[in-house]
């Protein structure tokens, strides 16, 4: 917890302001004292990827084009899929250290069921997300129940689940998902129609913008300050043009793939879990304040049981996605880097590893970091050392721009 | 005992606490303690330090439930079992440390496991609500959409108790409110309890700063080694005597004739300012 600044009590800011309009200036004034107090939100990981983007683009001219990023989005959804589980277990300030295994369980678990089985498929996917939720209670209730530190449970977890996937793959070791099962399809061929991807691109900036004029209007009956109209127009503006030429430039390759996309609606949707509900509002509070959250009467123990099962389930649906990709589950699914790139990639984003501050979209914009990275340094015909070194060295620096940025919070009397 | 001066409210009490019994194994944190809470009235808990101070104030937020005693509510028996009990008779608790969560802002704070909304939060109402609250108690708060971690002590302060008066409660007890703050958040916080006495809330002020104490509370209770020392008007008591109260120096003839000397008020004085 940071130190609260003793701010002159002569302040003398009147106690209501009555809310009358606030302009664009006002709007920009308060965002430069918001960083300048170390408040810097989403900022240091776009300047990073801008930069990552521009050096590997001057490298090699290919980084930039249609195919590659096509590819770096596809290649983006199962693992950002699990960095979205790993940032609601850091928001608790708790670690999962078994989503590889996780994810790995769930690809072994999805090919046995569906190739050898025979079980249709949608119940072999449900199987895979049941294991995940089982074992996230399982983290829960060891937590909660005896105390153990989640560093070590999930520790525990890593080495236990990854045994149960080599034990549910048998002798074979590796087997291969159907090239024409839907699943396949879904994670390696169908993209969105160019027509769909420009109706979603309008559809997504006119919710966007009539959700927000809609609260303003709101706020303003309501007597308070509302986000002034020609700031949400601008956004506005700037979100279509931004959609219109992302989809218009993915469309000249093959386009936006759905798997990808289903990602994005992830991230939307616990964006939305995390900030306009109940459940997300504790989460930060627990990350915050666990005594706190306690005494208001926040039932902490359910709010970890489910974190972890939400968390797992995303893993376990990671590793669904990424067996369906690879149209295989072997004994490497899930192993490897996994486990950490996982975890690297919301951090990177901005999930702060002392708990209570990131938000959905961290997740998102950290695995497009590794991602590039990882992409950028292929394309240069680097092999994985290199690639290695260089996420280590950005995981780094991330995580002293985090330390920085709370120093400075601390200096400013933020959180 | 001492002197005990009759109240000086005619209202019928919220909470009348009698006989209150505390042990925690051997220990007897409380003994026979009685305490009456009024209506529109602020009622200083005072004591040296292991009087039993914050045990009362646990058992009235229901956190450790009372050995032996009977609580009545308005002339009705109640227990105070844990916390819920507490909040459900209308005993808001503003513990010392706070309990605020940094990383929110003041309306997330204010409305924590008590949001409003029926599925998605509902932003708009709950920040109107809050400046509603925040300007009835005439608070100085710059921003409602801070994280509380931007605040300085006494808005914290005030943030703490706002959050006390989100369920209407009728008795609101403030445990050692002013320990952590300068001399000019003290004064605001001050207000805000003057404040709360205005809104007709029974209030429970637990503190060691007797010159805090004198300015806002209507009556002054002393615990001392976990007995009832002393139940005090403040117009009608000095100084002196409620240090006599606090540390014993009343309990017989010898030093009541020391304390007449003034010897020990100024020991009194020097271990009670440090």
Not at chain 1, 86 to 102: E, M
Not at chain 1, 124 to 138: C, E, M, P, Q, R
Not at chain 2, 52 to 79: M, N, R
Request: hydrophobic content about 50%.
């Amino acid at each position: 917890m940071s130190t609260s600044t003793p701010r002159p009590p002569s302040n003398s800011t009147p106690a209501v302001d009555s809310p009358s309009s606030a302009s664009i200036a006002e709007s920009w004034t308060a965002f430069r004292s918001r960083v300048r107090g170390g408040d810097l939100g989403a900022i240091p990981v776009v300047v990073g990827l801008a930069i990552i983007w521009t050096v590997f683009q001057i490298l090699n001219p290919t980084f930039l084009s249609s195919a590659n990023l096509v590819n770096l989005a596809m290649q983006s959804a199962a693992l950002g899929t699990i960095a979205l589980g790993v940032v609601l277990v850091l928001l608790l300030a708790q670690i999962d250290l078994s989503v590889g295994s996780l994810s790995g369980l769930a690809a072994a678990i999805l090919a046995v069921t569906f190739t050898q089985l025979n079980w249709p498929l949608p119940l072999a996917i449900v199987a895979a997300l049941a294991a995940g939720a089982l074992f996230g209670w399982f983290y829960g209730f060891l937590l909660t129940r005896f105390g153990v530190p989640s560093f070590v449970i999930t520790l525990a977890g890593l080495l236990g689940v990854l045994g149960l996937q080599l034990w549910v793959l048998g002798r074979l070791g590796s087997i291969n998902i159907p090239f024409d099962s839907w699943v396949v399809q879904f994670a390696q061929l169908m993209f969105l129609p160019a027509w769909l991807s420009y109706v979603l691109a309008g559809l997504a900036t006119l919710g966007y913008v009539g959700s927000h004029l809609s609260l303003a209007n709101r706020r303003l009956r309501a007597g308070l300050l509302p986000e002034p109209r020609t700031t949400i127009l601008l956004r506005g503006a700037l979100m279509i043009v931004a959609l219109m030429f992302g989809a218009w430039y993915l469309n000249t390759d093959r386009g936006i793939g759905l798997m990808f996309l289903l990602f994005v609606l992830l991230v939307i949707a616990m964006d939305f879990a995390l900030k306009r509900t109940r459940w997300g509002r504790s989460i930060y509070a627990v990350g915050g304040n666990v005594e706190a959250a306690r005494r208001s009467g926040i039932r902490v123990d359910r709010v970890y049981i489910s974190v972890f099962m939400v968390s797992a389930m995303l893993a376990t649906l990671g590793g669904v996605l990424a067996a369906s990709r690879l149209a295989a589950a072997n004994q490497s699914s899930g192993g490897g880097d996994t486990n950490l790139t996982a975890i690297a990639a919301a951090v990177i984003g901005g999930a702060s590893l002392f708990g209570g501050r990131g938000s959905a979209w961290s997740a998102l914009l950290g695995i497009v970091v590794i991602q590039s990275i990882s992409s950028g340094l292929t394309l240069l015909s680097l092999d994985s050392s290199v690639r290695y070194m260089v996420t280590g060295a950005v995981l780094l620096l991330a995580v002293i721009i985090d330390s920085l940025s709370r120093r400075s919070r601390a200096l400013h009397g933020r959180f | 005992m001492t002197a005990v001066s009759p109240t000086t409210s005619e209202d019928e009490p919220i909470l009348s606490l009698r006989g209150m019994n505390k042990s925690f194994g051997a220990i007897q944190a409380l003994v026979d303690v009685s305490l009456d809470i009024y209506p529109g009235e602020v009622v200083a808990i005072v004591g040296d330090n292991g009087a039993g101070k914050s045990t009362l104030v646990k058992i009235l937020a229901g956190v450790h439930p009372a050995t032996s005693g009977t609580i009545t509510h308005y002339g009705d028996e109640v227990t105070l079992a844990n916390p819920t009990d507490s909040r459900d008779l209308g005993i808001a608790t503003v513990f010392q440390d706070l309990a605020l969560c940094d990383n929110l802002d003041v309306v997330a704070n204010l409305f924590l496991g008590r949001e409003l909304g029926l599925r998605a939060l509902d932003e708009v109402e709950m920040e109107q609500r809050t400046w509603e609250l925040l300007r009835q108690l005439s608070a100085k708060i710059p921003s409602v959409r801070t994280p509380v971690a931007g605040l300085s002590g006494g808005q914290r302060q005030t943030v703490a108790i706002a959050r006390s008066l989100i369920g209407n409660p009728s008795i609101v007890v403030l445990d050692e409110p002013t320990a952590a703050l300068g001399v000019a958040q003290t004064a605001e916080v001050l207000n805000l309890i003057e404040h709360l006495r205005e809104r007709g809330h029974g209030i429970v002020l637990v503190s060691h700063n007797m010159a805090d104490v004198q300015a806002v509370a209507d009556r002054v209770v002393v615990l001392r080694l976990g007995r009832n020392n002393g139940d005090f008007a403040v117009a009608d008591v000095t100084y002196e005597d409620i240090i006599a109260a606090i540390t014993g120096a009343t309990d017989n003839a010898v030093t009541r004739r020391a304390t007449l000397q003034g010897a020990i008020f100024t020991r009194a004085k020097e271990g009670l300012s440090s």
